[in-house]
Every structure is written in structure tokens, then in C-alpha cells.
């Protein structure tokens, strides 16, 4: 079973780069069975889906979010990570890795609380 885990800071400032991994455990990022996702989920709001890199490396990415977003991976580590930039108090989250299976996530991070602030 696969398990999945997040990691970095929890505290970026404004207008920095916001860095979070994901280490996957029990299975293979390059497995052409899944795709793997960052959702993110703000204080009192609802999920939001910000991106999913594939198992080729190809990279597909929420409209909204764009512009200063990026998923890359580490294979030789079983890892992908999450790059938002130009950080605002709004990305303040809980940022979540998942596996995706048919355009559904099945299996979660415990999540990565991060703060924007100054």
C-alpha cells in the first residue's frame, strides 16, 4: 500500500516561494497506473486541486494557479515536489500530495500546514 508523506517549511513570507515535498513509499512515481497531485485545502474552504505531474514527467496545472506554480519530480528518490511562487497570505493551507487513479485521488498525504506571513 502506498503511503505517502509531505515535508517543508511551514512558514514562508510573502512574495517567496513556497517548497513542499512529497516522498512516496510502496509504489513507483513512475508507475504508468497513476498520477500524482498537489491539492491544497485554505482554512475554512474547500479542497482545491493545484496541479498532477504523470508518470512520464508531464505536468498539467490548475488555470488559476498557473502562472506560479510547478511540479517536478526526483525519481531516484520516489519523490515529487510543489514550487508556488510570488506567495500571498491567501496560499496560507493545508497542502496535500496524492496518488490519482482515473482523475481520482485514492491515496493521501497526512498534510503540510503552511503559514504565509511576515
Known amino acids: 500500500q502506498v503511503q505517502l508523506q509531505e515535508s517543508g517549511p511551514g512558514l514562508v513570507k510573502p512574495s517567496q516561494t513556497l517548497s513542499l515535498t512529497c516522498t512516496a513509499s510502496?509504489?513507483?512515481?513512475?508507475?504508468?497506473?497513476?498520477?500524482w497531485s498537489w491539492i491544497r485545502q485554505p482554512p475554512g474552504k474547500g479542497l482545491e486541486w493545484m496541479g498532477v505531474i504523470l508518470y512520464d514527467g508531464s505536468t498539467n496545472y490548475s488555470p488559476s494557479l498557473r502562472s506560479r506554480t510547478s511540479i517536478s519530480r526526483d525519481t531516484s528518490k520516489n519523490q515529487f515536489s510543489l514550487q508556488l511562487s510570488s506567495v500571498i497570505p491567501e496560499d496560507t493551507a493545508v497542502y496535500y500530495c496524492a496518488r490519482v487513479q482515473y482523475r481520482t485521488p485514492h491515496y493521501w498525504g497526512q498534510g503540510a500546514q503552511v503559514t504565509v506571513s511576515s
Open positions: 510502496g509504489g513507483s512515481i513512475t508507475s504508468s497506473s497513476y498520477a
